[in-house]
């Protein structure tokens, strides 16, 4: 049964979804739950699992196509149980006239469902291999003949009149897949030799050196730009623009932070503190064999230290509810830790930050920064903040202004720790000094719970045993 797949709405609202590439092809076979495609949202990169489980009959978009929620994204011949459940057409008209037929007690299914495949089939641990397509030996008509082509164009390149072995079309990443193509191979004849069956580089690299298939030209080389000239040779000619869709990540940062910029009113403050017993204790505590695995730094012992300050001044742990008229105060910290990734700025947050300690404090910073990094965060690690840390620090930054996350009252930022001349118990020592900035929304926030704030996080990062005496 031929089923359409439109993108559903991934949770946050957003209206459209870039893809960023598919995991299937026409013709391959999937199964419920597979991972068919991942799309770039603008918070996240997210994988599409398959509603069903079938043959992909078509693709309606390509890499770096940006769908609209509940445009059609992909279709099915879906199989088995499935096709009995699936909707024809996948249409709102359809899925209405479903629920219409069913009575006015049950509801109609709905068009663009919420995201799926948070669930797995009970046989998806790995993506499954595809299974082998047959052409038959003769084909009662002519219908059947071209529905057969149409499903796999690219598998099927010389079909014989007879066909005693399955033709299988082995498992391949895309870039495999076109290395494949640009050398003339057909990855059906490709022995692999990677996990699970998988086709690897170097098994079509392998194969068209032993059939002689000749190699795609080399991309003719450029030239680069002068380190002080803003111009990039580009096809021979000097390019001095290049333009960028706004799109994604970028997108989704612009949009919120002109609206906070707009609409809370900032004030930032700041203070400069000797934290050198905070980095003589993480020293201490690098070199416990106790500790050891766990990468405690500067800026576990600050989030410590807010969770500690907001529990003395809720208002800076709270929103501003315009459509009620109210404030909110949290009687917890999703503590926000602002990540810089090649995808651009992301605010993935720690649920309950208040109840850890400090190593396991430690430990979640080091796996959010790592999930950031790799484009894993979820959309659902960044919704719910209630305050965030910005470490400009590791960029050599001693101190600015950071911009509210929209909805929260504070974020704090941690300068570069730098040894200085600083006055240490009526001398001038060298000591570690580092400048904290606090910005805070000044509807909820007055300058004195501001300033109580970041002198309770300086004085615990000046003496981290003050940390017992606050409650």
């Known amino acids: 049964m031929i089923t359409e797949f439109r993108l559903p709405d991934l949770g946050e609202g957003l209206p459209e979804a870039e893809l960023v590439q598919w995991l299937v092809a026409e013709g391959d076979t999937v199964t419920l739950n597979q991972t068919i495609a991942e799309v770039e949202t603008a918070k996240a990169v997210v994988e599409l699992p398959s509603p069903y489980a079938g043959v992909v009959s078509k693709l309606h978009a390509a890499a770096g196509d940006v769908v609209a929620v509940g445009s059609v994204l992909i279709v099915f011949d879906v199989l088995g149980e499935d096709a009995a459940r699936a909707p024809q057409s996948g249409s709102a008209a359809d899925a209405a006239s479903v629920g219409a037929a069913a009575g006015p007690d049950i509801p109609a299914p709905a068009a663009t469902p919420n995201l799926v495949g948070y669930g797995a089939a009970p046989q998806s641990a790995g993506r499954p291999t595809r299974r082998a397509r047959t052409v038959a030996a003769s084909v009662s008509s002519a219908v059947a003949d071209t529905a057969v082509l149409e499903a796999a164009p690219h598998d099927v390149l010389h079909a014989p009149d007879t066909v005693e072995a399955p033709l299988e079309r082995p498992r391949s990443t895309p870039p495999v897949r076109k290395l494949a193509k640009d050398l003339g191979v ?14 690897t580089r170097a098994d079509v690299e392998a194969y068209a050196d032993r059939i002689g298939a000749s ?60 934290v050198t017993a905070t980095t003589e204790l993480i020293a201490s505590l690098k070199a416990d064999r106790a500790l050891e695995g766990h990468r405690i730094g500067m800026l576990a012992v600050v989030a410590k230290a807010v969770c500690l300050g907001l529990a003395r001044t809720p208002e800076l742990n709270s929103r501003w509810d315009e459509e009620h008229g109210e404030i909110v105060e949290f009687g917890y910290v999703n503590l926000g830790i ?134």
Do not use: C, Y
């Open 215 to 274: 190699a795609p030209a080399a991309a003719e080389p450029v030239a680069e730009p002068a380190p002080s000239s803003p111009a990039a040779l580009v096809g021979g000619r000097v390019e001095r623009e290049r333009r960028i869709p706004i799109r994604g990540v970028r997108k989704h940062t612009a949009e919120a932070m002109v609206r906070s910029a707009f609409t809370a009113p900032h004030v930032t403050t700041f203070l400069t503190v000797d």
């Open 186 to 199: 057909d990855l059906a004849l490709v022995e692999p030799t990677g996990a699970t069956g998988l086709v």
């Open 338 to 471: 602002a990540a810089a990734t090649q995808r651009g700025l992301v605010v993935p947050n720690i649920r309950d930050a208040e109840t850890m300690s400090l190593v396991e404090l430690a430990d979640a910073i080091g796996a959010l920064a790592e999930t950031a990094r790799s484009g894993k965060t979820q959309p659902a690690d960044m919704m719910g903040g209630t305050f965030s840390i910005t470490n400009v620090g590791v960029f050599g930054v001693d101190a600015g202004t950071p911009i509210l996350n929209p909805g929260e009252a504070g974020i704090l930022a941690l300068g570069a720790v730098r040894r200085q001349p600083w006055e240490h118990r009526g001398e001038i020592a060298l000591r570690d000094v580092t400048t904290l900035a606090l910005s805070f929304d000044h509807r909820l926030v007055d300058g004195a719970q501001g300033a109580r704030l970041l002198t309770d996080v300086g004085a615990v990062l000046r003496e981290p045993g003050r940390a017992m005496l606050l409650r």
